[in-house]
């Protein structure tokens, strides 16, 4: 039995295969010619977040594992998009890319219904994205968003064979996941 007093800070995800993280990691090259104060994601934590679970307890942890594998998909395809950020009060403070299938959206709110079963909120806008950097301060923010709209991605079709269930232990140097499950097609 696990020790009830330890919250494990958990989410569920796709992983991205080779090909799109290389093309992430060319992206975030011509995203870091631009003048910011802030960080990239590293390269091993590109993900896009289907749902976050927050802190939670080992025994919900193991509901969390039971409840995910009555989720019913089917292999799918899923493919890169355009490359854009999120703001708060106009300061650009996420930079993304689109992650585009109809079947993520599908898959979203199957895993986000059988967790609504488990007491978590519903999500209330998903965002189908890869977060690729996080931003501090832009001095020309102007010029920065411009930029950002010129920054092409190439297309990359890719399949979806699995999702996960994943732990996030937050480090000094960044987060470092670990997978608790992989859920594949039925």
Not at 59 to 75: G, I, P, T, Y
Not at 108 to 119: F, H, R, T, V
Not at 140 to 155: A, C, L, N, P, Y
Request: charged share 35%; proline share 2%.
């Amino acid at each position: 039995m696990a020790d009830k007093s330890e919250l494990i800070r958990c989410f569920i995800a796709i992983d991205f295969p080779d090909e799109v993280i290389k093309e992430v990691a060319r992206v975030q090259e011509e995203v870091s010619k631009m003048k910011f104060t802030g960080k990239m994601t590293e390269i091993e934590n590109l993900h896009l977040t289907l749902k976050f679970l927050g802190e939670i307890d080992a025994d919900k942890v193991e509901e969390v594992k039971k409840k995910l594998s009555e989720v019913k998909f089917k292999e799918f395809e899923g493919k890169l998009g355009s490359v854009g950020t999120f703001s708060i009060l106009g300061n650009p403070r996420i930079i993304w890319i689109k992650v585009g299938g109809n079947e993520i959206w599908e898959l979203q709110k199957e895993i986000d219904l059988k967790m609504k079963e488990l007491g978590f909120k519903m999500e209330e806008r998903f965002m189908s994205h890869l977060t690729i950097a996080r931003l501090k301060y832009i001095e020309d923010k102007k010029s920065f968003i411009e930029h950002i709209k010129k920054v092409g991605v190439k297309e990359i079709k890719f399949k979806v064979r699995e999702f996960k269930l994943k732990k996030s232990d937050l480090q000094l140097l960044g987060p470092v996941y670990t997978d608790i499950n992989t859920y594949v097609p039925e």
